[in-house]
């Protein structure tokens, strides 16, 4: 091995908190563990998040996705409580539910829709009229009508999340290379019986050197569909790219709002320390990251329909981010069929926080076990060539 190789049992391709929880998993699982990181640890699509973790508030039908979110939702008290202790940093994971507010008569059918479907199914959803959740929430809006509760809808400070995570993989042995960007897989053919096999991912090339792991991780969030290979291998088509969303956070001093609080149009999440953010927006910008200020004007006039005294708090801060989203808007999660050791993790898109324990869960069986108990064929990363060849769009 030259100078300017390194040798791990698994290398990850991102630093987020998919990539951050997965090898955090791995290295409790007795692995040498490398994270590769072209910037600063979390400060993409990880940082720019609400910190939501709300797969009622966000679905529209009990799919593949939602059955997914709710079990990832159902470890998140159990995963804050143990990255605590593994980190002593408190993520903030609170638990007083979210309110989903019902403003015009429109908001009414959407509203009632959800019911429906969500109350039919033996979920957590509660009716409440307007004098109810005012009294829950007295600063939102009088015109206020009616509003739906998901008292298990709760959420953490996904910043903490990240800084919890970077410490706890740390302390667990993991080795985070950052300020290095992954150039490209490096993927080796088998011989077999002299003729080329199976293929095996050998490592990749960084732009600092080699690193040398049989498991390489994709964990690029918006950028996993960028990753080459130097072989004459092509990669599945994981059709990752980027949708972009901006936030705006503002002092809120009290009374505070406790509840994340959603509306058809935006939302607001109250952050300890006398802030809450609001977001958000969705456009496609490619990769840059501007804030915009129709972004900014559409937020502030969507949050006072929520906070009416939204407009004249402080801002304290302004920021975008890029949701990674595959074609279909699933995840990409599972191993690639045709090279031996390449597992992908990535595809987050508006779920990505939410998603974190399931998905270092499930990916760090695959790596440690060769199978996870968590269903995820929905998820595959062949799906897309397997639509190709069937001549069907994604
Ligand atoms: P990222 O955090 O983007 O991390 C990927 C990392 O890979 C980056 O750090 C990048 O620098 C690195 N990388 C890429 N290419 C390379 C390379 N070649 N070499 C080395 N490093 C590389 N989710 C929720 O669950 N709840 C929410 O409330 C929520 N709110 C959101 C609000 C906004 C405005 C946005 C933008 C997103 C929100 N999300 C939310 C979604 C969530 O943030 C993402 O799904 C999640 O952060 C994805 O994590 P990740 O680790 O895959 O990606
Ligand atoms: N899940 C919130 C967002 O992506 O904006």
């Known amino acids: 091995m030259s100078d300017n190789q390194k040798q791990f049992d698994a290398a990850i391709v991102g630093g987020g908190v998919i990539g951050c929880a997965i090898a955090w998993r791995l290295a409790q ?7 590769i990181e072209r910037g600063d640890i979390g400060r993409e699509a990880s940082f720019a998040a609400g910190g939501m973790l709300v797969p009622l508030a966000e679905a529209d039908e009990a799919d593949d996705l939602f059955h997914m979110c709710v079990a990832s939702r159902a470890m998140y008290a159990d995963f804050a409580h143990e990255l605590q202790q593994a980190s002593g940093i408190n993520v903030e994971y609170r638990t007083e539910g979210t309110l989903y507010l019902s403003l015009t008569e429109h908001d009414d059918e959407e509203l009632e829709r959800r019911w429906q479907w969500q109350h039919a199914a033996g979920l957590n959803v509660k009716r409440l009229n307007a004098d109810c959740a005012r009294k829950l929430e007295p600063q939102i809006n009088p015109q206020l009508r009616w509003a739906l509760k998901f008292p298990d809808d709760h959420q953490i400070n996904n910043r903490l999340l990240i800084a919890a995570l970077h410490t706890a993989a740390r302390n667990a042995g993991v080795e985070f290379q950052t300020q290095t960007e992954v150039e490209s897989l ?19 090339r960084t732009s600092r050197g080699e690193v040398i792991s049989k498991t390489v991780i994709v964990a690029a969030g918006s950028w996993s569909s960028l990753l080459k290979t130097e072989a004459e291998t092509s990669l599945p088509n994981l059709n990752v790219a980027p949708v972009h969303g901006q936030m705006i956070a503002v002092e809120m001093p009290s009374p505070a709002v406790n509840h994340t609080i959603y509306s058809c149009r935006a939302y607001v999440v109250p952050r300890l320390g006398g802030f809450v953010i609001a977001g958000s927006t969705s456009d496609k910008f490619g990769f840059e990251k501007r804030v915009t200020a129709g972004g900014m004007a559409s937020i502030i006039e969507r949050a006072k329909e929520i906070l009416p005294g939204f407009a004249d ?22 191993a690639d069929d045709s090279v031996a050791g390449l597992v992908y993790a990535t595809g987050h898109y508006r779920n990505g926080i939410l998603l974190t324990p399931i998905t270092a869960q499930a990916v760090s069986e695959i ?8 269903q995820l064929s929905a998820f595959s990363p062949q799906r897309f060539a397997r639509l190709q060849a069937d001549g069907s769009k994604p």
């Open 29 to 35: 699982g007795g692995m040498r563990v490398a994270v």
């Open 186 to 204: 490096l993927i080796e053919s088998l011989l077999i019986e002299s003729r080329a096999g199976r293929k095996q991912i050998v490592g990749v």
């Open 313 to 334: 708090l402080a801002v304290t801060e302004t920021w975008s981010g890029l949701r990674p989203r595959a074609a279909d808007g699933l995840p990409v999660i599972g």
């Open 367 to 374: 790596v440690l076990k060769g199978e996870s108990g968590v």
